[in-house]
């Protein structure tokens, strides 16, 4: 068993040892690392509350809860916070180890870190979102020309009105580009 312990303990990812109840019974000298906890910390069933992101022990309570209770493996993404007092975000993987019978005598929770892929998923998200904006800003009237304050009332009422299910009357002179606008508003 010690040599047990000396392994997992090297071994690079958070490893938990837990009750059914989902109290826990070991933790790896990884994880006691990088929270800068002690392992009494750990044996307190609201140990939840020192490691992870309060808002992330919140959300996913209740998925805990039932994936406990219904025995099969399953895997959470939440924030634990370091000694450093920063939250990372890890994958959570819990598997159970069962009897004959099929109860749950323990679960396996290893920990992966994600940071860097959260942090790639938010960078590619705000990029995505800006250059949607920016195909907005720059394509959407690019058949209209001028800056004048008239269209440019005229361009917000295009996009006031575009994302609507109303009917539209455009009215104007010959030539005023009236099928310009209406073209705006469809592809809006």
Known sequence: EKEFRQIVDVIPQFIAVLAPDGSALY????????????????HKIDFRKHVFHPDDVERLRDQRRKALTHGAPFQLEQRARGKDGQYRWFLIQYNPLKNEQGNILRWYATGTNI??????EERISSENLALREEIDRTSMY????????????????????????????ILGETGTGKELIARAIYSR
Do not use: C, H, M, W
Request: glycine fraction near 4%; charge should be neutral.
């Open 142 to 169: 690019e058949e209209i020309v001028g800056s004048s304050q008239a269209l440019r009332t005229i361009l917000r009422k295009v996009s006031r009105v575009a994302p609507t299910d109303s009917t539209v009357l």
């Open 115 to 120: 940071e860097d892929r959260k942090q790639a």
């Open 27 to 42: 933790v790896n000298q990884t994880l006691l690392e990088y929270t800068g906890l002690p392992r009494e910390v750990f």
